[in-house]
């Protein structure tokens, strides 16, 4: 199976405007295109808002290139339907939120 198209881009985009613009190789590692791991907690949130709610910070780890993360997505999208907004979207996004500033202040203390 192939990686949609249209993830593969909403993926590469994302992590580019999180590198300040820089290209961005799908077949690349996040870390050897100058990603960090705030970078993708980072990403995590972005692509979580559209992609899939599902998806976890560990997934850009175990998925750790453009097109491996894109057909990640695309292979989940095939097999399950999205969970209803109705869920617990606020909680998950609150939370995220406190783990990138968590994120945040250890960088700075460093």
Not at 34 to 40: D, F, K, Q, W
Not at 48 to 62: A, H, I, M, N, S
Not at 68 to 88: D, F, K, Q, Y
Not at 91 to 104: F, M, P, S, Y
Request: hydrophobic share 40%.
């Amino acid at each position: 199976m192939r990686p949609d198209a249209e993830v593969e881009q909403v993926v590469s985009r994302v992590l580019s405007e999180l590198l300040d613009g820089a290209d961005v190789d799908p077949s690349v590692p996040f870390f050897r295109l100058g990603a960090t791991s705030l970078t993708l907690v980072r990403a995590h949130v972005r692509l979580t808002e559209l992609l899939d709610p599902r998806l976890t910070v560990v997934d850009l780890f175990d998925h750790p290139t453009v097109r491996a993360l894109a057909l990640h997505i695309t292979e989940r999208r095939a097999a399950v339907p999205p969970p209803s907004p109705a869920g617990n979207g606020d909680a998950t996004r609150r939370a995220q939120a406190r783990r990138l500033a968590r994120l945040k202040a250890e960088e700075g203390t460093r």
